[in-house]
């Protein structure tokens, strides 16, 4: 049974399939060793999430026979949700620092039945708040955006503080793309969600979180020979 | 429990999560509906693929409960590597017709233990002839292709007419190529694996099968209500 890796997120995480998305990078890289499984779910945040954690990995606990349905590794990737203003139009995602935080160590707790699944947290992309005036979701009479790059900072702070209070690794998105001068233009294509290069971060980063844990490429086996390794003079021979 | 769609074939399959590729397509169209699962094999024929059929699916047969594992659908895709010429470079994968017939026809009723499954043919694509003389894969002192379209014709025949005796759909892919002009530059990159272009149509050609089996975004169940369906004034409602 080949390991899987889950991606469970928001919408960054349900686009990460799209053309250069960092999802289908990571299959893609995995294609003969590890099944990348998409949980994305555009415009959640934590408190939604936590209503919906038992029924998104129900199957997952029961019908693949616990714990041989682990998966090796789950990427948990919410906050940009959370971080909307709650005096903007995008209120009704907002969740409050404090719950956030209090949310996101609940979620990772909740995968302490898998004991040998490697949790990775990702904090929030930065924003561009003139972007997201362009780009705005719902009616935006107050003409202001319904994000701001600070608040999404205070959010990624307390998605980093979660991770070492649960000793587990983090990407700290937030800051590793805003060492990029041209970032806004460069990693984010409506001041939120990732172009290509942004998706590309994301990949990298996950590809480097993961090596540190012992999966990598090459430590993992291959499902079935490879073509390199099949003796063209016997091929049935790598099949007995 | 998602549904799930197997992709089950050779390079042409392993590769299709590459940027364009369209296995990513097909999973990020499906992505709050169904799973996509990637079964690439690269450089096997479906001799090769007999050896390993029941370790491919073993934990989908036992691991996710016998039925209940069943994919909704699987695409079949092998044909590219027997087609290889019997007097070439590439003859240790070469698979004479008549047995390729008969090898897809057992993979084909491999399935049957899956009788919800819509199974899926795709015939191999064209050949271009000159491109492979460039992309070799293998040292080519005869400076002949190890491929030529007319073989790869035959075998698309034949994978058509399994197809029809098992009574299951079939993308006729060698043909629908060839219908653009410039099919050579256009789709293939090599003269045997897909371009982004290539990718498309072989995105849009199955989605239009699946639709045609009643697998169509529109009459799948989404998995956890959409944004657009959850209320502004009262999100929790959603998630009684």
Same mark, same amino acid.
């Given at each position: 049974?080949?390991?899987?890796?889950?991606?469970? /997120?928001?919408?960054?995480?349900?686009?990460?399939?799209?053309?250069?998305?960092?999802?289908?990078?990571?299959?893609?890289?995995?294609?003969?060793?590890?099944?990348?499984?998409?949980?994305?779910?555009?415009?959640?945040?934590?408190?939604?999430?936590?209503?919906?954690?038992?029924?998104?990995?129900?199957?997952?606990?029961?019908?693949? /026979? /616990?714990?041989?349905?682990?998966?090796?590794?789950?990427?948990?990737?919410?906050?940009?949700?959370?971080?909307?203003?709650?005096?903007?139009?995008?209120?009704?995602?907002?969740?409050?620092?404090?719950?956030?935080?209090?949310?996101?160590?609940?979620?990772?707790?909740?995968?302490?039945?898998?004991?040998?699944?490697?949790?990775?947290?990702?904090?929030?992309?930065?924003?561009?708040?003139?972007?997201?005036?362009?780009?705005?979701?719902?009616?935006?009479?107050?003409?202001?955006?319904?994000?701001?790059?600070?608040?999404?900072?205070?959010?990624?702070?307390?998605?980093?503080?979660?991770?070492?209070?649960?000793?587990?690794?983090?990407?700290?998105?937030?800051?590793?793309?805003?060492?990029?001068?041209?970032?806004?233009?460069?990693?984010?294509?409506?001041?939120?969600?990732?172009?290509?290069?942004?998706?590309?971060?994301?990949?990298?980063?996950?590809?480097?979180?993961?090596?540190?844990?012992?999966?990598?490429?090459?430590?993992?086996?291959?499902?079935?020979?490879?073509?390199?390794?099949?003796?063209?003079?016997?091929?049935?021979?790598?099949?007995?």
């Amino acid at each position: 049974m080949r390991p899987k890796i889950f991606l469970f /997120g928001d919408s960054i995480t349900q686009d990460s399939f799209a053309e250069g998305g960092w999802g289908a990078s990571l299959a893609n890289h995995f294609s003969r060793t590890v099944d990348v499984v998409l949980r994305g779910y555009s415009g959640y945040n934590t408190r939604w999430v936590l209503k919906v954690l038992e029924k998104v990995f129900a199957a997952t606990q029961h019908g693949d /026979g /616990g714990i041989n349905g682990a998966p090796v590794a789950i990427t948990i990737f919410f906050g940009a949700n959370d971080a909307c203003l709650p005096d903007r139009y995008g209120a009704f995602q907002h969740v409050p620092l404090l719950e956030y935080k209090q949310n996101l160590h609940s979620i990772v707790s909740f995968f302490v039945q898998w004991p040998t699944t490697h949790i990775l947290l990702i904090t929030t992309p930065p924003i561009d708040e003139e972007a997201r005036l362009r780009y705005p979701y719902a009616y935006n009479p107050q003409g202001l955006p319904e994000r701001t790059n600070e608040a999404a900072g205070e959010y990624a702070t307390a998605c980093i503080a979660v991770a070492e209070e649960c000793g587990v690794p983090v990407i700290d998105l937030w800051t590793k793309m805003q060492q990029c001068p041209d970032w806004r233009k460069e990693y984010l294509c409506d001041g939120l969600h990732l172009t290509q290069s942004g998706n590309r971060v994301v990949f990298e980063e996950v590809i480097l979180k993961l090596r540190e844990k012992g999966l990598s490429l090459e430590a993992m086996p291959v499902d079935l020979p490879l073509l390199a390794d099949i003796d063209p003079n016997d091929p049935l021979k790598s099949f007995q």
